[in-house]
Each structure stands twice: as structure tokens, then as C-alpha cells.
């Protein structure tokens, strides 16, 4: 049993690092994927690796050391969010962001409603936190 155990401990490709795949992985998968960092890698089997190359989507959990996907990629209420509009009325702003889970599926939109002032301090952390967000052509005003 000890050489079992010293094959699999040594066997770089172990097992697939989906959370609840019990397959054996043939491949590695890049899951910071950024040219600018270090790589990290963790192991997958052939039937995830499809469905990731696929484009299916996926994220990596830093808690559980695991990739989430399908039903799993959901847990941990992470949103994605998405388009952005703004309405002001009577001194107060309302702060709509449109957001998703990260298996793509709807949520409700995030809703802030604050004074001017308090928006302009919100929206000015977000853009030096997010410049990108601010640097399209395609957000609403109402």
C-alpha cells in the first residue's frame, strides 16, 4: 500500500481537481490565466477539460483548493456584475448595477440609493478600483 500511496503523491497529474470528480486528470489547466502572473495549474480530467475548452464556465476556489463548475459554481454567493445605470430624483441617486451568478444565470440588480454626495464618493472608490468599468461608451443615464 505505502508504494500505492507514494505513486499517487508523486503522479503530478493525481486526480481531477473539479470539486466532486473522482477521475483520474490527464491535463492541466492555467486558472489565474493572466500573461503577467505566475502560472498555477491544477489538474483536470479529459471530460472537464472538453467542457472548460468548450467554454463552459468555471471558477477556481481558493478556500476549498478546488475548480467549481455546473451546479457548484454558484455556491458562495459571488455575483458577476454587468451594465451600470444611474437616476436622480429629489436629492437623492439610485445606483442600479445589473449582475449574474457565475454560472450566468439572473439575479436581481444591485440597487444603492444615497444622497449626491454620498454617490459621487462611491462612484469615485469604484472607478480607481475598476477604471475599465468607466472607460466604455454604452452606459445609460436615466
Request: proline share 6%; hydrophobic share 35%; with cysteine.
Amino acid at each position: 500500500m505505502g508504494d500505492d500511496v507514494a505513486a499517487l503523491i508523486c503522479d503530478g497529474a493525481g486526480m481531477c481537481s473539479v470539486l466532486r470528480c473522482n477521475q483520474p486528470a490527464s491535463k492541466y489547466l492555467d486558472y489565474v490565466n493572466d500573461p503577467l502572473a505566475p502560472r498555477f495549474e491544477t489538474p483536470v480530467c479529459e471530460e472537464h477539460m472538453r467542457l472548460i475548452e468548450a467554454g463552459a464556465p468555471w471558477r477556481w476556489n481558493d478556500d476549498d483548493m478546488c475548480l467549481l463548475m455546473g451546479d457548484d459554481l454558484d455556491s458562495g454567493g459571488h455575483l458577476v456584475l454587468g451594465d451600470w445605470t444611474f437616476s436622480e430624483w429629489s436629492g437623492q441617486s439610485e445606483l442600479k448595477i445589473e449582475c449574474t451568478t457565475p454560472s450566468g444565470k439572473g439575479h436581481e440588480p444591485l440597487r444603492f440609493v444615497v444622497t449626491a454626495d454620498e454617490l459621487q464618493d462611491f462612484l469615485a472608490s469604484f472607478r480607481n478600483r475598476f477604471p475599465d468599468a468607466f472607460n466604455r461608451d454604452d452606459h445609460d443615464t436615466e
